[in-house]
């Protein structure tokens, strides 16, 4: 008897973890042709979640309620159905959850991220050292690892000049976290067969930090998939409770320009003040304290885009001709691995006005190579990128890291 009950209260809980999950069956994913801007206007008016870069005439692409389908098909516009059942994909992709396969055949969950950061230290303890960057609104901690010869003697890597790469600002870009997972085990992996790789950690320091948004990332494994912003509670405004600020509206040059948002509710929340969040402040302090850092990728999903400053203004950076010479070296050793195409250039003119973003606070503040990777796809599953592209997806990438770092290779410090 008491086995029984003991079984239905484990029922009871699976079935409320389910229930407070968000739910997306009958939501689908649109690609709208706008063709006036009173259309375009329209639309974003009725629409919460848009997904594509593209916010001018044309495409769009669209993450649509029923209800938010019924307002946009009232508009009768040209209407392609991307995502016929989101919350279908949801589920399928969770069951592959359950499948055992190794680190880059399936998404990991915070867990996991923390024990395969560990588990590369553990096994290359001269190379790898995983170290707290600071803590997030929730208390998580935020991991990063440092990778270069002789990781342990300080004096050794004084002079060698430093790159950093980052994911998951955004909560649902998964395969930021990977790919960033898959630099480091390549890396370490790597060292002692390979000469290009044996020569680039002995002459550079490389950081990586998978998950800088760690309270966003675990709600998107527990409540809802499609989270983007960090989950700080913000307060009882007009329309509910609201939490979360966009972490890559938050920076702090040029904060609270165009493209960035005051309303709370908003996905492009820019939070109440510059580096309001602590998960940018620690990111920010961590590189304020690399004196040698020279080159920097902020890792995200999707669109498969090279991106560099500016994002607050569409005037060129002085330095735009080196970051259209490396961007496309990257975007050519991207095309060399799997035939994929990513789209270089600067991110106001490439893909929207972005004031608060990362990149142009690294470059403007610190005068780093900053770059942003969209990673795949090009919108058929957008964020919700099946478990099997993963793998490809960080090669492809891979090549491109191999690229900055021979271009840093060459930034000496004295
Ligand atoms: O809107 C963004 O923050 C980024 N696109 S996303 O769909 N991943 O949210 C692009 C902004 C430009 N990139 C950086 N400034 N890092
Ligand atoms: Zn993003």
Request: aromatic share 12%; hydrophobic share 40%; glycine share 8%.
């Amino acid at each position: 008897m008491k086995k029984w009950i003991g079984l239905f209260g484990l029922l009871m809980l699976f079935v409320c973890a389910q229930a407070q999950k968000s739910d997306y069956s009958g939501w689908q994913v649109w690609r709208v042709t706008v063709k006036t801007k009173a259309q375009l206007d329209t639309l974003l008016e009725k629409v919460q979640d848009v997904w594509s870069h593209e916010v001018g005439l044309g495409d769009i692409d669209v993450c649509l309620s029923p209800k938010e389908q019924a307002m946009v098909r009232s508009m009768r516009l040209p209407i392609r159905v991307l995502i016929s059942d989101v919350g279908a994909v949801i589920q399928s992709q969770e069951s592959d959850f359950q499948i055992q396969g190794d680190l880059f055949s399936q998404y990991q969950n915070y867990d996991q991220v923390i024990l395969a950061m560990r588990n590369l230290q553990r096994q290359y303890p001269n190379l790898v050292e995983m170290f707290l960057i600071g803590t997030s609104t929730a208390g998580r901690p935020i991991y990063g690892l440092r990778i270069t010869r002789g990781v342990r003697q300080q004096r050794l890597y004084s002079n060698r000049p430093a790159v950093l790469f980052n994911g998951c600002q955004h909560a649902r870009e998964w395969v930021t976290v990977s790919t960033n997972l898959y630099i480091a085990y390549q890396l370490a992996g790597l060292y002692g067969s390979n000469t290009q790789i044996t020569d680039l950690l002995g002459r550079l320091e490389v950081y990586i930090v998978p998950v800088v948004n760690p309270d966003g990332y675990v709600f998107t494994w527990t409540n809802n998939r499609l989270w983007r912003k960090n989950r700080r509670y913000l307060g009882n405004f007009q329309n509910g409770p609201a939490y979360g600020v966009d972490l890559n509206r938050n920076w702090g040059y040029e904060w609270g320009g165009q493209g960035s948002s005051s309303n709370v509710y908003s996905e492009t929340y820019r939070g109440p003040s510059p580096m309001s969040e602590v998960e940018t402040r620690r990111l920010a302090q961590l590189m304020a304290s690399l004196p040698n850092l020279r080159a920097h990728i902020d890792f995200h999903s999707y669109s498969q885009l090279i991106l560099w400053p500016w994002s607050y203004t569409s005037t060129l950076t002085v330095s735009d001709p080196t970051f259209s010479a490396v961007g496309n070296q990257m975007r050519l050793a991207i095309e060399g691995v799997h035939g994929m195409n990513y789209t270089p250039g600067p991110v106001y003119t490439t893909i929207y006005p972005a004031a608060g973003a990362i990149l142009d606070w690294v470059y403007g503040v610190h005068r780093v190579l900053s770059f942003c990777i969209e990673l795949r796809d090009e919108g058929q599953f957008g964020f919700l990128l099946p478990a099997d592209q993963i793998r490809p997806t960080a090669e492809e990438n891979f090549a491109a890291v191999l690229e900055l770092l021979e271009w840093t290779k060459g930034r000496f410090v004295f």
